[in-house]
């Protein structure tokens, strides 16, 4: 039987970053890898396997619908990036029935896991302390009252209520938490008992920790403004692991310099930061160099998601573990440059 052609050009990524041994021997038994390599695939490499191609891998695709009609055998295309892109005719590939795959649920344990870690270290204080320490300065058995919080029983607030929204809040259950969340498409959809839904600046008022976690899309950029961020209640933890475009993000450090609020973050507006950004001696803030992902085999997930979902494909399995392309989501796309997590 004639195995599947799979065009790969992963690059930024690396091949081990996404794939455990295991998964990619399995993957190069379900289809024929073109490319593979740590490196750019040459455009030749692509043009000349494109009419045969049934799958193609890619950080960062680009088909036209040119392109697209040339790929007469093509089933689906999956961007190893973290979000959908913007180089792809996405209506030509509906047209033709191709699926178009985001690896974005791949990043849920690694980046859930990191969102807790700041939430804890966030409540507890443990970064400011461990300064304080350092500096001779450490308070023996003070009560940091008014910044230092328990999670237990706590009031939780997620803008955005994703699936690395929804792991950070099941690693959270064992703190028996309220978990509001502010998510107008999945409240619309009515299949979650386990949140309370409210409007932004409820989520953004009512809650000790607010957790941003939405997709940034050309409508969010600044959803949660100046404005809103100076009706925080004082002492407010903000944790900020999706992207820095949906924070006003000089209000939020001014805030939090002036005490007002902590924040933990992974992610910048400007990334690398400069050296001689400002930010970097504001006062109650945890900083993170955008690493949520960067931790051995954290990626891996991805791997394990695009094979099931080649596999399904083959042999006409519905399911899919990645996230699908629709009309709707698309329309989210953020033109903006993306940073890769």
Same mark, same amino acid.
């Given at each position: 039987?004639?195995?599947? *052609? =799979? ?9 081990? $970053?996404? /794939? @455990? ?5 399995? #993957? ?90 700041? *939430? =804890? ?9 461990? $300064?304080? /320490? @350092? ?5 023996? #058995? ?200």
């Amino acid at each position: 039987m004639t195995r599947s *052609i =799979l065009i790969m050009d992963q690059h930024f990524r690396q091949l081990e $970053e996404l /794939f @455990r041994p295991a998964a990619y021997s399995a #993957l190069k038994e379900t289809c024929d890898v073109v490319g593979g390599a740590n490196w750019p695939l040459p455009k030749d490499d692509l043009a000349m396997s494109l009419p045969d191609a049934e799958f193609i891998i890619a950080a960062r695709p680009e088909l036209t619908r040119e392109q697209i009609g040339m790929a007469g055998n093509l089933r689906a295309v999956i961007e190893v990036a973290g979000t959908f892109q913007t180089g792809i005719d996405y209506q030509a590939c509906f047209d033709r029935g191709i699926e178009v795959l985001s690896c974005a649920p791949g990043f849920r344990y690694s980046v859930a896991e990191m969102t807790l870690g700041l *939430i =804890l270290a966030g409540a507890r204080g443990i970064v400011d302390e461990h $300064e304080r /320490f @350092r500096a001779g300065s450490e308070r023996w #058995l003070h009560d940091n009252m008014g910044t230092d919080f328990s999670l237990y029983g706590q009031t939780i607030g997620f803008v955005g209520y994703g699936s690395i929204a929804r792991e950070a809040a099941r690693l959270l259950t064992p703190f028996a938490p309220k978990i509001k969340a502010f998510d107008p498409w999945l409240e619309a959809a009515g299949t979650l008992d386990d949140v309370e839904f409210c409007d932004l600046e409820e989520t953004l008022t009512s809650c000790r920790c607010v957790v941003v976690a939405a997709t940034p899309t050309e409508e969010n950029y600044h959803l949660v403004s100046r404005e809103l961020i100076a009706k925080m209640p004082r002492g407010t933890l903000v944790v900020v692991i999706s992207r820095a475009h949906l924070v006003d993000f000089e209000a939020l450090v001014e805030a939090a310099d002036a005490g007002r609020l902590r924040i933990a973050s992974d992610v910048f507006p400007r990334e690398p930061v400069s050296k001689r950004d400002a930010m970097r001696q504001a006062e109650n803030v945890i900083w993170s160099p955008h690493r949520a992902a960067a931790v051995e085999g954290g990626r891996h997930p991805i791997g394990d998601m695009i094979l099931h979902d080649i596999r399904a494909i083959q042999s006409g399995r519905p399911e899919r573990r990645l996230q699908t392309a629709s009309l709707e989501n698309i329309r989210k796309i953020i033109r903006a440059p993306l940073v890769a997590s």
